[in-house]
C-alpha cells in the first residue's frame, strides 16, 4: 500500500472507517470520505483515463479539482473528478475512455 500514515507536518493520519470500493470490477481497500483518487493512489493504480483522440493515458496531476486528468466514471456517471469525489461504500469505479458513456 501507497499510503502516507506518518506525515513529518501533518502528524499520523486519523483512523477512518474502511469500506471496499470497486475500480474496474476489483475490490480495493479505501477509507470512507477520503478523495477517491487517494484510494486509488494507495493501492497503486495510477491511470485513471484514456484521452479521447490519442487515447493517451491520464492520472492524478492537480489533485484540487481544476484539470480533468482524473476523471473516471462512477456509479455510472461519467467525467467525475476523483481528487475532489469522497469515497462511499460500494462505489463503482471504472476507468473512462474518452468521453465517458452514461449508464
Known sequence: MNRIVEHPILGRLAEKRKVIIRVDGKAIEAFEGEPIAAALTA????????TEKKSEPRGLFCA???CTDCMMTVDGVPNVRTC????????????????GQWK
Do not use: Y
Not at 43 to 50: E, L, Q, S, T
Open 84 to 99: 475532489v469525489t469522497p469515497v462511499k461504500e460500494g462505489m463503482d469505479v471504472q476507468t473512462q475512455h474518452g468521453l
Open 43 to 50: 493501492a497503486g493504480i495510477r491511470i485513471f483515463r484514456f
Open 64 to 66: 484540487i479539482g481544476r
